[in-house]
């Protein structure tokens, strides 16, 4: 065999081998007993971009903000069989839950969580996000994840996004969030959401779904915003479609099944809208729809 061709051949198979360790992963575990970790912010520290940090189903009190350093991993938490997230990552109403300060992209992903009772109430910046806090051009992912119950001095009750910090959010939930404005979330920024739900948030001053300041607009598509107080959004929104932006969620349609929750029987299943024999079977489900012993 030529020296020349060897050479090459080596090349090929040392730059192959390259490749794949170059995207070689590795998962970590965190849950009470019998994980690698029982620390989430301790499996953050082992790991090394393209890992992934699994998290059983249970409640996480880490004890402080839990920080990404800017690594391109995923934080990912276990599902019940219909998608619900079963891992949450509980602030404990003392500290502020997440944060990406560390000029994170989309690579670094958060899914299947459920951030609950961060608090925001410390010095500036120290009183904004209290379920996460986004900033330094720091833009993850989020899918499936939950924001409930946190709180933010200032703003951001559920999330703050300051500066170039454009988060992209898909089947995403807030509700019950409070600050002094923007009770679900606070943007500087221009984030990306699709099919999101804000409801139930609430803020002192302005935005209790949403509050836009100094933003150039984010994306809404498929996004619910409706129940929040005193406000839905302040501040503009670039609204691709399929929103429903409105002060009850009863003029909303929830399941996009064309008929609004308010006269909708099954607001949440878009294959039933009416119960005509008042039995409590859909008509769709009722081989006698009309007949209420049947």
Not at 27 to 54: E, K, L, N, R
Not at 138 to 149: Q, Y
Not at 270 to 293: C, Q, R, V, W, Y
Request: aromatic letters at 8%; one cysteine or more.
């Amino acid at each position: 065999m030529p020296l020349r061709f060897m050479i090459l051949t080596a090349g090929v198979v040392l730059s192959l081998l390259g490749s794949q360790l170059a995207f070689a992963t590795t998962t970590y575990t965190v849950c009470p007993d019998g994980c690698h970790y029982t620390s989430i912010q301790d499996a953050i520290d082992a790991s090394s971009d393209g890992d992934v940090i699994q998290l059983q189903a249970g409640t996480y009190f880490e004890g402080e903000v839990i920080d990404t350093l800017n690594k391109a991993i995923t934080i990912l938490g276990a599902e019940d069989s219909n998608g619900n997230p079963l891992s949450i990552i509980d602030g404990d109403n003392t500290h502020r839950v997440l944060q990406c300060v560390g000029g994170e992209d989309d690579m670094t992903v958060f899914e299947n969580l459920v951030i609950r009772n961060g608090n925001a109430s410390g010095g500036w910046p120290d009183m904004l996000g209290g379920g996460m806090y986004n900033s330094n051009f720091s833009s993850p992912t989020l899918d499936n994840c939950t924001f409930t119950g946190n709180s933010a001095f200032y703003g951001g009750g559920g999330m703050y996004n300051e500066g170039i910090s454009n988060p992209r959010l898909d089947n995403c939930t807030f509700e019950n969030n409070s600050a002094y404005y923007g009770g679900g979330m606070y943007n500087k920024s221009s984030p990306i959401l699709t099919d999101c739900t804000f409801t139930d948030n609430s803020a002192v001053f302005d935005g209790g779904g949403m509050y836009n300041y100094g933003s150039s607009s984010p994306t809404l598509t498929n996004t619910i915003v409706c129940s929040n107080t005193p406000d839905q959004v302040v501040g503009s929104i670039h609204n691709v479609g399929d929103n429903c932006i409105a002060d009850s969620c009863g003029g909303c349609d929830f399941d996009d099944d064309g008929v609004d929750n308010d006269n909708d029987w099954a607001p949440l299943d878009p294959d039933e809208t009416a119960d005509s024999d008042g039995d409590g079977i859909g008509d769709n489900g009722d081989s006698h729809p009309n007949d209420f012993d049947n």
